[in-house]
């Protein structure tokens, strides 16, 4: 059976949740270069609820392609979101599936919101998913 992808661009970029909050990768865990903060518009899904979109300004590592989200920050403002259109689910559990380019993603906010079907053309899921993991320091994934 063929994989299934949700998004119909190709899948790009590698993302990792970091879990730890005394931990905010100034630093790329992969190559060591400095990171930088750069906004991307994550395909989420919450359970009981579906796909949403939320913009989020992450760290990015540009040789690596890695992009790099603060679990305490994105939750924060996940449940910011969802407070408004769903509060009933705030808290549930959540996976980040990828990320919509942001011009359609903009475009869809000033147009009050695109049917999500019609986003997904613009959807591209992550190449790579990757764990950290803090043993007594660094230890690459
Ligand atoms: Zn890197």
Redo the contacts with the bound molecule.
């Keep these: 059976m063929a994989k299934r992808t949700i998004g119909k661009l190709p899948p790009r970029y590698s993302f990792l949740l970091n879990p730890y909050s005394d931990i905010r990768l100034s630093k ?1 865990p ?2 060591d ?1 400095p990171t930088h903060p750069r906004k991307f518009a994550l395909l989420i899904h919450v359970d009981k609820w579906g796909p949403m979109v939320l913009g989020k300004t992450c760290r990015y ?1 540009t ?2 392609e ?1 992009i790099i989200a603060h679990q305490d920050e994105l939750e924060a403002e996940l449940s910011n979101s969802l407070s408004r259109i769903a509060p009933e689910v705030v808290g549930n559990e959540y996976i980040v599936l990828g990320m919509m380019d942001k011009k359609a993603w903009q475009g869809g906010l000033r147009g009050g919101g695109m049917p999500l079907e019609a986003g997904l053309d613009h959807v591209a899921e992550f190449k790579h998913v990757l764990d950290l993991k803090v043993e007594g320091g660094w230890q690459r994934a």
């Design positions: 790329c992969k190559c270069r590592c040789p690596c890695l």
